[in-house]
């Protein structure tokens, strides 16, 4: 085990030396990490908050059901179902729904449970692409997606709908006015958007005040120990400004469904575009030996071989407070106040209930603690200084 | 009888000796008031006006009927219906609402009784809280809040929805925009509030202008001889500055269906959160002879005596106008211009009758016993005195 | 016969001599004045012109059908399915309605004859009182009352709504927005107003445009050869100023249906508040005989002496232009500019013949025939000279 | 053959000397101009893009079916159904439609095919005129005139609304708020524009960024070679300034059906009002042998034979390039930046296969070739000085 240190810290989950389905934080190779104690039943679960949105009115729960785990192929209808109902029964309020198949199985289920609409939050999203059918972003395409959403749910209505990727190519007045329409006929209740850069939101909400329409409230944005600096430095900002609030997911606590290939673990390609995960610890030594030959530089063989030891001192640290990686690394990302909700996947109801379990681990990250892990990270983002146009001269 | 005064007025309906519901203003034990001559059955009720509410084009009568108690747990569903239908024939338009209950048992009365849907005007309230699942007044709960209600009301629209409290976490944006999306769908014809301080009154108003938005036409609040301060100096500004207009209510006017306990009457403890009312004057000497080592201090102690003194000096004032002390109360509220509508409980068609008599009683309501009022109240409220910051220096 | 001239120019029908219903225009008793030639069955009938209303889009007939008299008691369904019939043939595309009987009654024949939705333009009213039900001019009754018109005229649409009444007690930011409701909501295309002054429909169109609605296009307005101020001097620059047009109508065009009373004919006291109508030549006389110690003074009676010279006139030069006294006052009406429509009513087909006739004689009504009949009225308004506040000093 | 050369650049068909319909680009009679390589079957066809309208987020492919030919008298039901199959195959995903009749056929082979609502562009026209029952361009005339167009399509929703012509009489507030209304109804995802000049597509412009109005994405205009001005100095303008995008159509490409009387072909007169293009090569020797006595002068014969000219410069051209007349046509019209979309018209699948040849031809329009082009063509347009009113004086 652990012969093959790797750069990803989701392959932690390697260490932990079970079989088929990941198993979140039950214990690391690194040593005895122990997960946290089950406090299984206990509703609400303990650090469950709900919190307003962005600034909106609408109070969420501060961590959320990224549903695109529980629909994967391993997934039974019944393991899907149990899924949500802990979700629902921990107090978790939201469900973020990422695709056609989700939303035709939530669909299900919700007429399944017969759970009050009032009880729950779906979010769900607008793709678009220049290849297919539906090219580019229009308002056609907008609500031609949301009304074959709201069929595929059977429900009335969406509480927020995402654009999953701003069109450069489309006006971000057509936008916004296309989501006021989305809300004025009552098929959604707020908008919101997902890798949208500060500019292209700051450009949407200009336009919902030039033209009064409803502004988007949350943006949905990647976020973890290793991709920090739009949600750490730029997405506060947007929220002190304009309201726009954070709604966190990262490949950690996603629960990738992906199975484990012996010790390592690969992260799905292409899936977040989370380039600098998508190698281990291996390729880094295989690469290492082709050197200078080969494809890789000296500076990047270097920089994969200090990943690997942060990713160690990590898994040492999470041992010391008693916790998974898995664990340690959701319960971080909890502690960032611009994180009003954080998205976590599972594919199976246990998975959820070991994720949940972080929240008892906020109050032991103590700042000395949080300062330990700015050390290991080495990575907490700045701004870059000011330079006045004035001083180039 | 009477051997331990009380704190409230309320409480002077034990005066009366009768048991089992209350029977307003029939005598009171402070003498032989009798009640005005009723004069059954005469349609409009003497001193019935149609005033419009707010600076609206809806005009109400100046009575409405507070129907929280007509479907209290005392009262049938025929008398339920009985009070109903006296209101209508003496002229009163307006029902407000409170809760569901009373939202299902109205549309089964409007079903049955047919009604035409001009004659009368259906206020109702969007509740909300910070623990149930409905967290706070987002969009999504005040949509989902008034397509309940009218659910339940078996009603194409109601006529005002009125928002019970402000939400400090939610944005006014977010608030006129959905009550005017409720207006815009046709699902109410107007929009109110309900113990808005008027800071937040301005700001709905101020947020409204903004985004082009319906404005508010009504204020619901609290108002009787104990309780004048915000509805005598300061709503009328936010009726003449921004049309928002009163409707009033208070515990002597809503019919409260409490039990007698003996010749003790407690509010309803944290119902209205009328928290000068919840003691007797029995408590007062049970403090007043624990002190000084109880928990009263001698201050309040004595505000407590001055108090029943003042009761008394009403109930006496009420006797020699030939009314119960409860008409004298109802009538005094009328008679002050910013109520356009003062809502009336009642638990029994008998009792609304009673009330309905103190509108006859509004002309002998002259300058000097008005006068005789303030003296024996010692409560006109004043304006604090605009204090300049350069005077501050 | 004729043995007593009368006040109003009504009567001069009584001249015709005919009994039962009016039959406008065949002859009249001061001489041998022969109706225009029918030229029945042509379309569109000669001199019929289409219109843009206000300055709308909308092109009407310059001549609509005010269907009041239409479906007035004498009347049997036949022949109001006739008169209706005829209009449209005749190339008249409007029809006014001004009562919920007629909503009913012209609804059924809409559903009998199947007419194409586009061929014909309804504007229908919005009545209001105090003294109703419908208290006042309120959101909530002119909704409720467009919704009961068109499940009487069972149409998914009425092409002008029109507001019988301003309410100065309702804000006309309300009805403007009401009125933009109804159209948003596809139940009217246009609104327009009736009886309002020239203030109240700039108020009306400044408060459409602050809170960006849709200004009303026309006035309905009384319009006549006695009654001239308004129509002639201040709504042409309402139409040049904000767009709003007039559509007018006057007693004489209205086709009274009244039963005569000998050669006495009244016209419906009240109905249209034609003050200055309602005395016939005997009540002159009458009152002359009984002065001075009768109620009128001598003033009075000198007027309504010189008013019956002056209809003798209009008779006599009607004679000339060998037509009717009602065609000539069909026709001068018509030939204001104005004027974009004038409503005619009948009770017969027969009669709206006889009226449409009065289009042939607009060409006759030269510059010198106009100038004779103004000689004739002695009543062409002026402005009064505006005074400048610096020369009262 | 060719024994009359004429005026029009579309009766070079007769060159091609096939009978019955037209057989575009086959051959053509001034040479063995070979028609481009089919290459059948091949989705995307080489050189079809998609492009966005205008500014907006709607992309459409660089060419669309113009519809108006496909369902005329001389095309089966199978015919026409063939050629839109074809389109769509073809990668065409937007169908231009004209009239009611085509609106039913295409919704029939719409419901027979079930092609995704998603997968294809429907515009559609409000038409007005004076004489008929709907009498200029009014709110009630779009409105029914759209609901007439879904109601044929059976479709819920159009994707772009063009207005055929504008009124002069109908104020353009009324308009955009009118197309406004259509699309917040859900009848059309956005709105258009044709044979508008651009001072009245600025006009609209102005008034919907008054009334905060959804604007125009698009103008459809005529645009061939010898109808240049307005497509190429003025609507450039239009897309820079205010996004409204050229969607072009020409008697060229738009597939006439004409019969062809021997070697003469006609275009329709009046249907595209091609003033230019109405008479041939006989129709001027004609006028010359009459000459000086005909009604043609001197100049109009010398610029016919002028214009005969360049037609058989321009055949020569393409028969150079290998391909048709009409295909060279296409090419040029394509190669133009600002078209975004050239509707093509078809009565048969196989002259809309010939006519997407054309797209293939595009690389081969290199500077050179446009500038020999511009050299027969004379006619590049330009603006005209700008003359400061100073030197006027």
């Known amino acids: 085990m652990c012969r093959a240190p790797i750069a990803s810290l989701d ?16 214990s690391i190779s690194l040593g005895s990490n122990p997960a946290l104690p089950l406090r299984h039943g206990s509703t609400p679960t303990p650090g469950l908050r709900y919190k307003n949105l962005g600034k909106s009115g609408l109070r969420v729960s501060n961590v959320g059901l990224g549903t695109w785990p529980v629909f994967s192929p391993g ?7 149990a899924i949500l109902k802990l979700a629902i029964e921990s107090g978790i309020n939201l469900f973020d729904i990422s695709e056609a198949h989700s939303e035709t199985e939530i ?4 007429q399944r449970t017969g759970w009050k609409r009032t009880a729950y939050v779906i979010t769900t999203k607008v793709y678009w692409s220049t290849k297919s059918e539906e090219r580019g972003l229009s308002r056609k395409h907008i609500i031609e997606c949301v009304r074959a959403s709201l069929q595929r749910l059977q429900l009335q209505y969406i509480d927020i709908v995402i654009i999953h990727k701003a069109d450069p190519m489309c006006p971000m007045e057509e936008v916004v006015r296309a989501m006021s329409y989305i809300i004025q006929q009552g098929w959604a209740m707020y908008w919101g958007t997902a890798r949208w850069s500060q500019v292209e939101i700051m450009e949407a909400y200009t336009n919902c005040r030039q033209f009064n329409c409803i502004t988007p409230i949350v943006e949905q944005s990647e976020y973890h120990m290793f991709c920090r600096e ?3 430095l730029y997405l506060p900002e947007m929220y002190n400004k304009i309201g726009v609030g954070l709604m966190a997911w990262g490949p950690l606590s996603m629960a990738l469904s992906d199975t484990q290939n012996g010790d390592k673990l690969f992260l799905p390609k292409g899936s977040f575009k989370t380039k600098s995960f998508s190698w281990t ?10 050197s200078p030959q080969g494809s890789w530089g000296k500076d990047r063989i270097e920089e994969g071989r200090r990943h690997c030891d942060r990713l160690r001192d990590l898994a040492a640290l999470a041992e010391k407070l008693g916790c998974s990686p898995t664990q340690l690394s959701i319960a971080w990302s909890l502690k960032h106040e611009p994180v009003q909700c954080l998205l976590l996947g599972a594919t199976s109801a246990e998975q959820l209930h070991q994720s949940l379990q972080s929240l008892q681990l906020l109050p032991r990250l103590s700042s000395s603690v949080m300062l330990e892990l700015e ?16 001083a180039l001269r």
Do not use: W, Y
Not at 107 to 110: A, D, Q, R
Not at 283 to 289: F, H, L, Q
């Open 107 to 110: 669909g299900k289920i919700l």
């Open 11 to 26: 392959c932690m989950e390697e260490f932990s030396g079970t079989g088929g389905h990941l198993d979140f934080g039950r």
């Open 230 to 232: 739009k949600c750490e």
């Open 281 to 290: 610890e291996d390729e880094i030594n295989r690469n290492a030996a082709l």
């Open 375 to 390: 050390r290991i990270l080495e990575n907490k983002p700045v701004r870059p200084p000011m330079i006045s146009t004035l």
């Open 75 to 81: 997934v039974s209808d019944e393991q899907a179902e």
